[in-house]
């Protein structure tokens, strides 16, 4: 028995991260966990290059430690070179990663983003 995902891309709406999980929710899905090299690749080619979308992965629960969105410690990082920073904004930090033009960089979680979800399935 294999766990597979199909993937839902958020283009034309833009939610806050916890809004883009909510909505990921009710799709019985949850923003896509990028686990590898291959997913990061399809994924770059199945979004815009000159959009920001949320990725499930947060460093909310405590600053610095990032955790994919099924609970896991992320193995695969794709940051972009300086990043995560945690950059503060009007005294807000950054928890929420996004995908921007091929790798990630962490952004305030309340900024409006498109996003992908994945939708786990099993297959028998
Ligand atoms: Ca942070
Ligand atoms: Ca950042």
């Known amino acids: 028995m294999a766990c597979t995902f199909a993937y839902r891309i958020y283009d034309k709406v833009q939610l806050s991260y916890e809004e883009a999980e909510k909505q990921c929710q009710r799709d019985r899905a ?9 997913q990061q690749r399809i994924m770059t080619g199945k979004t815009s290059r000159s959009e920001a979308y949320w990725i499930g ?8 430690d990032f955790v994919l969105s099924d609970g896991t410690k992320p193995k695969y990082l ?12 009007n005294e807000k930090d950054q928890d929420c990663a996004m995908l921007f033009q091929g790798t990630w960089n962490d952004n305030q979680c309340d900024q409006t983003l498109r996003f992908i979800c994945e939708i786990p399935f099993l297959e028998v």
């Open 30 to 38: 949850r923003l896509i966990a990028i686990k590898t090299s291959e």
């Open 57 to 64: 992965l947060d460093d909310r629960a405590s600053e610095g």
């Open 78 to 89: 794709n940051w972009d070179s300086g990043q995560p920073n945690n950059y503060i904004k």
